[in-house]
T-cell receptor, first 113, second 115 residues
Framework: GAGVSQSPSNKVTEKGKDVELRCDPI?????LYWYRQSLGQGLEFLIY????????KSGLPSDRFSAERTGGSVSTLTIQRTQQEDSAVYLC???????????FGPGTRLTVT | AQKITQTQPGMFVQEKEAVTLDCTYD???????LFWYKQPSSGEMIFLIY??????QNATEGRYSLNFQKARKSANLVISASQLGDSAMYFC????????????FGSGTQLTVLP
């Protein structure tokens, strides 16, 4: 079946502009996660959604970052008033309701100029 | 809180030889899961292998095996018969069992397989 998909694959934006990153999880996966990976670094957790529960936003670095998940499927990560330090690869992952590994999408490479 | 430590920023191995990538962890959870992911230069994170903290046997998946030593809090990845396509970044990660919480990742090890 289809894996996790993300769009766009690359995004270049000017400092101060807003961006939206999209994630389409694997069908049937109720848990969805956003991570950020800066150049040469490990993954930094941002936010996760589990079914209809309130999302865990504890990893969001500032109030410029927000995310929503519509209909328990597609998720959008929004970064307002982008800064150069927001440049990174943003990875989305999904997982079955019970147990198992997280499966990652190909990521969106964000460059803020 | 959970912490993953990968002390080898880079490793080299000759093609067809075995290699061990180190991972140690720290957690206050009684039950947890340990994962290894591969990230080739294309950037996608590929799930390799999983070990539960109460699993009695070490996990194996093809050429990958996990050398789990609970008392030492280590979960090393062993790749047998290395192939050129194994050249990638490898991340160790963990999560409390039975939860949907996020993974905590180590800083990764860059493995290069030499012909």
């Amino acid at each position: 079946g289809a894996g996790v998909s993300q769009s766009p694959s690359n995004k270049v934006t000017e400092k101060g502009k807003d961006v939206e990153l999209r994630c389409d999880p694997i069908s049937g996966h109720t848990a969805l996660y956003w991570y950020r990976q800066s150049l040469g670094q490990g993954l930094e957790f941002l936010i996760y959604f589990q079914g209809n529960s309130a999302p865990d936003k504890s990893g969001l670095p500032s109030d410029r970052f927000s995310a929503e998940r519509t209909g328990g499927s597609v998720s959008t990560l929004t970064i307002q008033r982008t800064q150069q330090e927001d440049s990174a690869v943003y990875l989305c992952a999904s997982r079955l309701p019970v147990g198992g590994a997280q499966y990652f999408g190909p990521g969106t490479r964000l460059t803020v100029t | 809180a959970q912490k993953i430590t990968q002390t080898q920023p880079g490793m080299f191995v000759q093609e067809k030889e075995a290699v061990t990538l180190d991972c140690t962890y720290d957690t206050s959870d009684q039950s947890y899961g340990l994962f290894w992911y591969k990230q080739p230069s294309s950037g996608e994170m590929i799930f390799l292998i999983y070990q539960g903290s109460y699993d009695e046997q070490n996990a194996t998946e093809g050429r990958y095996s996990l050398n789990f030593q609970k008392a030492r809090k280590s979960a090393n990845l062993v790749i047998s018969a290395s192939q050129l396509g194994d050249s990638a970044m490898y991340f160790c990660a963990m999560r409390p069992s039975g939860s949907a919480r996020q993974l905590t990742f180590g800083s990764g090890t860059q493995l290069t397989v030499l012909p």
